[in-house]
T-cell receptor, first 112, second 111 residues
């Protein structure tokens, strides 16, 4: 069966510090991968998606970046965090049209 | 602009009652998804609706899709406290794996 791992679960970072969140998927090949952000009490904002290794599409201009160094690994990064980067970050994967996206447990990021 | 609107955004109801959450979208789409999110948790897939007239049921929840009206409903029958959560709908308008999400409906069911 397929599983998705996302870490860390919680992160507290000072403004201006770097960020690296990691997501890996097991049990499937060539998944589509997604990074979302959810502000408190709000809906989902798609940040990045990837349909293959090295292929990243950005949906929202920001100081975040994403990379896919391996087929089932998706990394969200920032060189300098802003207060507005606080939120709940969710990684998700899907394999084909008509199938739902499956989400990781999320990372709760607080910027101080 | 592609929009997915959920109604209501907040719903407080008593156990044992029935209610419906509505999801309207602004573009053609044959694919609609319902998710559940418990407080502080991730999202869990509930239903996948892939054609006009599709109806899916799981326990006390039933989802339907009317692609002509661009409307999906999530009906709750005889609500129980365990169904308290935020429910999201999402559409896939271009079949390109990118979903457009509703803002979510926060459902509180009181014993």
């Amino acid at each position: 069966s397929q599983t998705i791992h996302q870490w860390p679960a919680t992160l507290v970072q000072p403004v201006g510090s770097p960020l690296s969140l990691e997501c890996t998927v097991e049990g499937t090949s060539n998944p589509n991968l997604y990074w979302y952000r959810q502000a408190a009490g709000r809906g989902l904002q798609l940040l990045f998606y990837s349909v293959g290794i090295g292929q990243i599409s950005s949906e929202v201009p920001q100081n975040l970046s994403a990379s896919r160094p391996q087929d089932r690994q998706f990394i969200l990064s920032s060189k300098k965090l802003l207060l507005s980067d606080s939120g709940f970050y969710l990684c998700a994967w899907s394999v084909s049209n008509g199938q739902p996206q499956h989400f990781g447990d999320g990372t709760r990021l607080s910027i101080l | 602009e592609l929009k997915v609107e959920q109604n209501p955004l907040f719903l407080s109801m008593q156990e044992g009652k029935n209610y419906t959450i509505y999801c309207n979208y602004s573009t053609t789409s044959d694919r609609l998804y319902w998710y559940r999110q418990d407080p502080g948790k991730s999202l869990e897939s509930l239903f996948v609706l892939l054609s006009n007239g599709a109806v899916k049921q799981e326990g006390r929840l039933m989802a339907s899709l009317d692609t002509k009206a661009r409307l999906s409903t999530l009906h709750i029958t005889a609500a129980v406290h365990d169904l308290s959560a935020t429910y999201f709908c999402a559409v896939d308008p271009d079949s390109n794996y990118q979903l457009i999400w509703g803002a979510g409906t926060k459902l509180i069911i009181k014993p």
